[in-house]
């Protein structure tokens, strides 16, 4: 599966942003998908990963309540709402799926998020 995310930018404190992650290669309604970031100086770290179906997702705490995560599989496309954005959600975020025990397999190249307070 190739993955292509898309939709970063400059945002200001307190904006939004939709994050998409599209598929080529196979459908990703086969797939979890789970969205990452990392930050200069930082791990990569998980900000939230949605089932094969949408019916189960789950958040870092650090964005719950703020980012949404969900999917269409007609359009082999999972999403990242992000709301009321913050300085520390400052990142390239990507997305991952084809998860095999621990690890994921298929990455997308990345899209950088800058949150300007």
């Known amino acids: 599966v190739q993955l292509q995310a898309s939709g970063g930018g400059l945002v200001q404190t307190g904006g939004s942003l939709r994050l998409s992650c599209a598929a080529s290669?196979?459908?990703?309604?086969?797939?979890?998908v789970g969205w990452f970031r990392q930050a200069p100086g930082k791990e990569r770290e998980s900000v939230g990963v949605?089932?094969?179906?949408?019916?189960?997702?789950d958040y870092a705490d650090s964005v719950k309540g703020r980012f949404t995560i969900s999917r269409d599989n007609a359009k082999n496309t999972v999403y990242l709402q992000m709301n009321d954005l913050k300085a520390e959600d400052t990142a390239v975020y990507y997305c991952?799926?084809?998860?095999?025990?621990?690890?994921?397999?298929?990455w997308g190249q990345g899209t950088q998020v800058t949150v300007s307070s």
């Open positions: 991952a799926t084809d998860k095999y025990g621990s690890r994921w397999r298929s």
């Open positions: 290669g196979r459908t990703l309604s086969d797939f979890a």
């Open positions: 949605i089932n094969w179906s949408g019916r189960s997702i």
